[in-house]
């Protein structure tokens, strides 16, 4: 087996998930987060979705799948205890040309769902191929010491100093030189030490600009880092 890094904008488009159990859940709750139309197929659910039917927030068939549920879906993930079910569901979705994964089978998967870590903009995949959901969860657990709250308020940072200079900074060369530089800068390390005026001095000497002129001075009141929202 053999896969391309990806990372796909579901948002607004519908994506099913077969099953209702705790692995079914799993694969919902990413969907949701990126704004998808999920719908589940399932004649139970576990607590979490099915509070999640009662808000409208998930659409659901409380049935047994039917050929043909996964039409117009961008993916498909299966998550059952139907081994039988699974192979249906594998070669109806290569049929149809929609990309699915099914449950610790990567044999049947079009695609692979890797762990992620999430600080904002910031998400960074790990996958083994399969090979080892735990090694991957491992390794994760150490990205997730390396790279904390603080990156998530990098990035709005680096975002809202981008937009400022393409509104004020007609070179394009210019541009990149000066949000690279930003980008090399101790921002994340002074964001993490909950140092805003180091943030405001770096801003001023490459920018000529502080947070509240980039729309940023709630990152001033923040008493700690993790009172700070962070734009997902």
Do not use: W
């Amino acid at each position: 087996m053999a896969y391309i890094p990806i990372f796909l904008d579901v948002g607004a488009r519908p994506c099913l998930v077969i099953g209702g159990g705790e692995v079914a859940a799993r694969k919902v709750a990413p969907l949701l987060e990126a704004g998808a139309e999920v719908t589940i197929v399932s004649p139970a659910l576990v607590d979490e979705l099915a509070e999640l039917a009662r808000g409208r927030r998930i659409k659901h068939l409380a049935r047994e799948y039917l050929p043909g549920d996964m039409t117009g879906m961008m993916l498909v993930y299966a998550a059952t205890d139907d081994a039988d079910l699974h192979q249906r569901l594998q070669a109806e979705a290569r049929e149809r040309g929609i990309p699915i994964n099914v449950a610790d089978r990567p044999d049947l998967c079009g695609f692979i769902a890797p762990a992620i870590v999430t600080r904002g903009s910031l998400k960074i995949a790990v996958s083994t191929e399969g090979a080892s959901p735990a090694m991957a969860k491992r390794i994760v657990a150490r990205l997730e010491r390396l790279y904390g709250a603080e990156y998530g308020l990098t990035l709005e940072v680096m975002r809202a100093a981008r937009q400022h200079l393409k509104a004020v900074e007609p070179d394009i060369k210019v541009r990149a030189r000066k949000l690279a530089s930003l980008a090399r800068s101790r921002i994340p390390e002074y964001l993490r030490n909950n140092n805003p005026d180091a943030v405001e001095e770096i801003l001023h000497r490459r920018l000529g600009v502080g947070l509240e002129t980039l729309g940023l001075s709630r990152i001033r009141t923040a008493t700690d880092i993790e009172d700070a929202p962070i734009v997902r």
